[in-house]
T-cell receptor
């Protein structure tokens, strides 16, 4: 157990819908990173939040957006869902640039 | 572009066999290196990490990895595997410049036969 929690655990949406995923970081951690893990692949970096601001972004379109709150928890929002967005979404927290610890993930299925 | 290669996609071993999983990365700057493990039905867990110092690092459950800078490699080893080591293993690299996000390999599935 890392102390990183994510909700919901599973989610089913249809194409075109919007989804919000949530992450609570481990106590003492001020940085949250989001990753997408497609079936059979390694996690791909979406973006990172540090002190409530985006601190880096991977190769994902603008319809992937996020927020970080003063308590360092975070949300990942995806608009206009596509079938290819079906994946496991992982949140990882860290203290700045130190080791990242992962949550259990949210499995999203887009029909 | 940065990339992490894990050449073994699926490895099948009998219990007590020795394990070596390869990991190579393409980045010329300073990096931090990690191995994460994902047991069936569980979340990604840190197995071991290298930031600096002794290039031979030891992790949990008897795993170790060796950083060879000249080969851009960070191979994972265990002298004697157990059935409970059955899992997916991911090598990851963090660049010290930028957001310190992780670049992952595609993973190696290890199946240990009792």
């Amino acid at each position: 157990e890392t102390g990183v929690t994510q909700s919901p655990t599973h989610l089913i949406k249809t194409r075109g819908q919007q989804v919000t995923l949530r992450c609570s970081s481990q106590s003492g951690h001020n940085t949250v990173s989001w990753y997408q893990q497609a079936l059979g692949q390694g996690p791909q970096f979406i973006f990172q939040y540090y002190r409530e601001e985006e601190n880096g972004r991977g190769n994902f379109p603008p319809r992937f957006s996020g927020l970080q709150f003063p308590n360092y928890s975070s949300e990942l929002n995806v608009n206009a869902l596509e079938l290819d967005d079906s994946a496991l979404y992982l949140c990882a927290s860290s203290r700045g640039g130190e080791t990242q610890y992962f949550g259990p993930g949210t499995r999203l299925l887009v029909l | 572009a940065q990339s992490v290669s894990q050449h073994n996609h699926h490895v099948i071993l009998s219990e007590a066999a020795s394990l070596e999983l390869g990991c190579n990365y393409s980045y010329g700057g300073t990096v931090n290196l990690f191995w994460y493990v994902q047991y069936p039905g569980q979340h990604l867990q840190l197995l071991l990490k290298y930031f600096s110092g002794d290039p031979l690092v030891k992790g949990i459950k008897g795993f170790e990895a060796e950083f060879i800078k000249s080969k851009f490699s960070f191979n994972l080893r265990k002298p004697s595997v157990q059935w409970s080591d059955t899992a997916e293993y991911f090598c990851a690299v963090a660049l010290l410049a930028g957001a310190n996000n992780l670049f992952f390999g595609t993973g190696t599935r290890l199946t240990v036969i009792p």
